[in-house]
């Protein structure tokens, strides 16, 4: 099959979650990643005698139907596949005494670790779910001698955690105070703030599982200052990937941090689904004869075979991605499905959110 997107998987698993049995009949089978096809296939067929045991006739004929349509499954493929296998069948028929026997067979995102035989009144998805989960997040803050807001960088979203005030008086001073005096209040207050943002950060961050790294944004004295000073963990300290100049402190600044910081983000998935748009943006203005916009016209080039890039704005619905994937699946194009969470991805939907990068002109 077609290497299966997120998209699809997250479909598959809605699917499997709505089906449940009257009696422990749903079966369910991860063979994770280099594990010997023919070894699963044999254990299934012992099971078959075990099912046999089953007091409930209309549970033991479920199950061992189950079972057989589950080896003959297998046995139309020649190894496991390398990332795995999940399959998932029994009788999913809402009306007691009736039969509707299905069977799914997934290969996995990633590498499947997982070996598992079960016999549930429903399907064991939690393996596939983990695979959906973002694998990284990364720790932000932006901050200067006022004001700081710490978040965080999740797949494609930025989520603002925290936001704090120092209560650091302006630079106009009250009348009667001496500039050494207060300088003194000012630097105490600054460094007393600097101390509340690394203990909040340490709250949020420390022990996060997936933290890939933080970034730190601000004017050129405030972050060095912070940075540089005895206020963050040596563990928090470690995870510090860079620092970059940012006016803004604010939630808005967050943002700004993010676009500015698209080096350090190279691999991440939020750069690189923007450079995806970035590319069919470009490529629809340079050269609009091997780019098409709009559903019409791409459906007409995946008829014909002449998609190699297929560009689907992630508000278009979850049927109208689906058929249209089908149809690129079907002739081997390559489909970037696009949050609406980056700016192009915004102006992409805006513009219809359905596109396409051609391998020959039509």
Not at 123 to 139: Q, R, S, T
Not at 157 to 164: T, Y
Request: with cysteine; proline share 3%.
């Amino acid at each position: 099959m077609a290497e299966m997107t997120k998209q699809e998987m997250a479909e598959i698993i809605e699917e499997l979650e709505e089906k449940r049995a009257r009696a422990t009949e749903l079966i369910t089978v991860y063979i994770p990643a280099g594990q010997n096809l023919y070894t699963v296939i044999d254990q299934l067929e012992a099971e078959k005698s075990t099912a046999k045991n089953i007091k409930s006739p209309s549970t033991r004929k479920n199950v061992g139907s189950a079972l057989d349509k589950i080896t003959r499954g297998l046995r139309e493929y020649k190894k496991t596949p390398e990332k795995g296998l999940a399959v998932f069948c029994g009788n999913v028929s809402k009306v007691e005494g009736q039969q509707d026997l299905q069977f799914w067979a997934v290969e996995p995102l990633v590498p499947l670790n997982t070996r598992m035989y079960r016999c549930d009144k429903e399907f064991i998805l939690d393996p596939l779910k983990e695979m959906l989960e973002v694998a990284e997040v990364f720790g932000l803050l932006v901050m200067d001698r006022k004001e700081a807001t710490i978040g965080l960088l999740k797949g494609k979203s930025i989520e603002a955690l925290q936001k704090m005030t120092s209560g650091v008086p302006s630079k106009v001073r009250a009348g009667g105070q001496s500039s050494q005096r207060f300088h003194r209040i000012t630097e105490g207050l600054t460094k007393e703030f600097y101390k509340r943002i690394a203990d909040e950060m340490k709250k949020i961050f420390f022990g996060m599982p997936k933290l890939k790294g933080i970034i730190v944004g601000g004017p050129i004295p405030t972050k060095d200052e912070f940075l540089e000073g005895d206020y963050l963990t040596t563990q928090l300290r470690e995870k510090v990937i860079g620092k970059i100049d940012v006016g803004d402190s604010s939630e808005s600044g967050l943002r700004e941090l993010v676009v500015k910081s698209q080096n350090l983000l190279a691999n991440h998935e939020r750069t690189l689904e923007k450079k995806e748009i970035e590319k069919f943006l470009q490529n629809l203005g340079a050269n609009p004869e091997k780019t098409l916009l709009g559903e019409k016209d791409v459906k007409k080039a995946l008829e014909v075979g002449a998609v190699d890039t297929l560009f689907l704005s992630e508000k278009l619905g979850k049927l109208k991605i689906k058929e249209l994937t089908r149809l690129a699946n079907n002739i081997g194009s390559e489909v970037k499905v696009i949050s609406i969470e980056i700016t192009e991805g915004e102006q992409f939907n805006n513009m219809g959110g359905i596109g396409a990068i051609l391998r020959f002109v039509i």
